[in-house]
């Protein structure tokens, strides 16, 4: 029987990947990279998915600009067995744009996702969904992939015991519980932004959305941990009730609701109620990952 929170911890990344809506405005791609335009795309008649042999695209910032290093992580779900083989990530030029050739054994595919981010920056992980629509076995992404910068916290307690809870605050007087200790990446790093426009992951609207940085699980498998109590400003009316969802990243696991958050997922994860101006989590709907957090109301 399976804890709540318990489950596999997976190395698999992303599950939202571009698709034509949310990613920035429309921009045809054109870059040249000759290590592509010299490849045999000749598909395997044997596929029963679709061949993809190479992938162009760009990763801009949230003001349209390249974002030079970027890493586009691709996950391919191959279509022979289901398979998802995450592919090792070449950095975008200087003006965003990359071009990567896709491994043989990997061409043949039912689905390609992307984690995009770039380490020891400003910006959050975004994840995009590709369409799959391959022109001679070259696909080529159509909108940019955005990614959002993250505002440092506004009031970090010092670290002092890692096991210890404290109140952070963040963007927009956005509030955590936070115990640092499950972090993977430093207490140091704990940021969010609060985003006012759709993104390239998000397929349904929220009536609040937040990156979160660093990117992490909040509590440990096989300990009592739950993760980080939330409170949010809001200027819904007191006792108003909303939904709260997490953006899935890394690790696919149970959440208290019992469905799996797998990468590049939203999922609910659980409820909150307006006091004092706050959208308060119930107990029971604390906050399990650091990547995006959603929230609805009912």
């Known amino acids: 029987m399976r804890n709540f929170y318990g489950s596999t911890r997976s190395l698999l ?10 990613c920035g405005s429309d921009e045809e791609v054109s870059p040249q990279f000759p290590e592509l335009d010299a490849l045999d795309t000749t598909p395997d008649p044997s596929c029963s998915g679709t061949w993809v ?30 398979f998802l083989s995450c592919l090792v990530p070449e950095p ?17 595919m039912s689905d390609l996702n992307f984690r995009v981010f770039l380490g020891d920056s400003p910006y959050g992980t975004t994840y995009c969904r590709s369409d799959l629509r391959a022109d001679d076995g070259i696909l080529s992404i159509g909108s940019p992939l955005v990614l959002y910068e993250v505002t440092p916290a506004a009031d970090l307690p010092p670290e002092g015991d890692p096991e210890v809870s404290r109140t952070v605050v963040l963007a927009d007087g956005l509030e955590l519980d936070v115990i640092p200790a499950p972090l993977y990446g430093s207490y140091a790093e704990l940021g969010a932004s609060r985003l006012d426009e759709s993104t390239c992951f998000a397929d349904e609207s929220f009536d609040v959305l937040y990156a979160l940085t660093p990117e992490s699980l909040t509590f440990r498998f096989g300990t009592s941990e739950v993760g980080f109590p ?8 007191e006792g108003s009730v909303v939904d709260l969802y997490v953006l899935g990243g890394l690790d696919e696991f149970e959440l208290q ?16 109620h307006v006091a004092d101006g706050m959208i308060v989590s119930d107990p029971g709907s ?13």
């Open 53 to 82: 042999a190479g992938v162009t695209g760009r990763i801009v910032d949230e003001n349209g600009a390249g974002v030079p290093a970027a890493f586009p992580q691709m996950c391919v779900r191959l279509a022979e067995n289901g």
């Open 92 to 108: 975008a030029r200087d003006d965003g744009y990359f071009g990567q050739v896709i491994p043989a054994d990997n061409r043949c």
């Open 230 to 237: 939330v409170r949010i400003p809001t200027s819904l009316p």
């Open 257 to 272: 609701t019992g469905t799996t958050l797998t990468e590049g997922a939203f999922e609910k994860f659980g409820t909150g």
């Open 286 to 298: 604390e906050l399990p990952y650091l990547t995006w957090l959603g929230v609805r109301a009912q």
């Open 13 to 22: 990344l992303a599950v939202l990947v571009i698709g034509p809506l949310g």
